[in-house]
C-alpha cells in the first residue's frame, strides 16, 4: 500500500537559520507532488508542485524553493528563515491531479 | 480569483447533535475532497466527491455540482469528532494542486 512520511513534525528554527523538510512515498511511482503552507489564520496554500523529477513548479513567490531529486522524495528548503515562514507545512501526493489525494502528517515550523 | 468558502467558522454543538458543515466554491471542479485534521496533528481525506453522495460510518459527504455546494454531515456527533473540517477543490481549468477553504472549527461537547 501506500504511504507517505513527512518529517519532523514540529520544528522550531532561529530567524536566518536554513530549513530542510523532507517528503517521501512508498508503494507508488510517478507520483504528483505537492507542498502546502497554512499560516496562521488562514486556509492551506499550494506552494510548490511537482510532475518528475527535478521539474518543480512554484505557486507563490517566497523565501522557500523545493527540489525532487529522486522519484519519490519532495524537498522544502530554505537558505535563511524569517519570521514570516513560521506555519503548517504540510506534503501531498497524487496519481494524478483530479484523484485523491494523501497528505503527510505535517510539520509545524516555529521562526523565532 | 477562484475561491472555496467554508461555512461556519466556528461550530459547537451538543454530543449526538447532527452536524452540517457547508462548502461553495466559484467556477467548474475536477474533484472536492473533505479533510480532517486534528489538533497538532496531520491532516487526514474522508472524502473525495466529483457527484453525488458517499458515505463512511457517521459521516455523509453530498455535492451538487449545478449549485457548486457540497455539505459534510455528521450523524450522532461525538467528543472525538472535534476538529477542523476542511473542503478542498481540484479546479477543472488552472493551476495544479488543491485549492482550501480556510476550514471549520468543530467542538462537540459532551
Known amino acids: 500500500s501506500q504511504t507517505i512520511h513527512q518529517w519532523p513534525a514540529t520544528l522550531v528554527q532561529p530567524v536566518g537559520s536554513p530549513l530542510s523538510l523532507e517528503c517521501t512515498v512508498e508503494?507508488?511511482?510517478?507520483?504528483?507532488l505537492y507542498w502546502y503552507r497554512q499560516a496562521a489564520g488562514r486556509g492551506l496554500q499550494l506552494l510548490f508542485y511537482?510532475?518528475?523529477?527535478?521539474?518543480i513548479s512554484s505557486e507563490v513567490p517566497q523565501n522557500l524553493s523545493a527540489s525532487r531529486p529522486q522519484d519519490r522524495q519532495f524537498i522544502l528548503s530554505s537558505k535563511k528563515l524569517l519570521l514570516s515562514d513560521s506555519g503548517f507545512y504540510l506534503c501531498?501526493?497524487?496519481?494524478?491531479?483530479?484523484?485523491?489525494?494523501?497528505f503527510g502528517q505535517g510539520t509545524r515550523l516555529t521562526v523565532v | 480569483k477562484n475561491e472555496v468558502e467554508q461555512s461556519p467558522q466556528n461550530l459547537t454543538a451538543q454530543e449526538g447533535e447532527f452536524i452540517t458543515i457547508n462548502c461553495s466554491y466559484s467556477?467548474?471542479?475536477?474533484?472536492l475532497h473533505w479533510l480532517q485534521q486534528h489538533p497538532g496533528g496531520g491532516i487526514v481525506s474522508l472524502f473525495m466527491l466529483s457527484s453525488g453522495k458517499k458515505k463512511h460510518g457517521r459521516l455523509i459527504a453530498t455535492i451538487n455540482i449545478q449549485e457548486k455546494h457540497s455539505s459534510l454531515h455528521i450523524t450522532a456527533s461525538h467528543p472525538r469528532d472535534s476538529a477542523v473540517y476542511i473542503c478542498?477543490?481540484?479546479?477543472?481549468?488552472?493551476?495544479?494542486?488543491?485549492?482550501f477553504g480556510k476550514g471549520t472549527h468543530l467542538i462537540i461537547q459532551p
Open positions: 511537482s510532475v518528475g523529477i527535478g521539474q
Open positions: 501531498a501526493w497524487s496519481v494524478q491531479p483530479n484523484t485523491e489525494a494523501f
Open positions: 478542498a477543490v481540484t479546479w477543472t481549468r488552472g493551476a495544479d494542486g488543491l485549492t
Open positions: 467556477v467548474g471542479i475536477s474533484a
Open positions: 508503494g507508488t511511482s510517478n507520483p504528483n
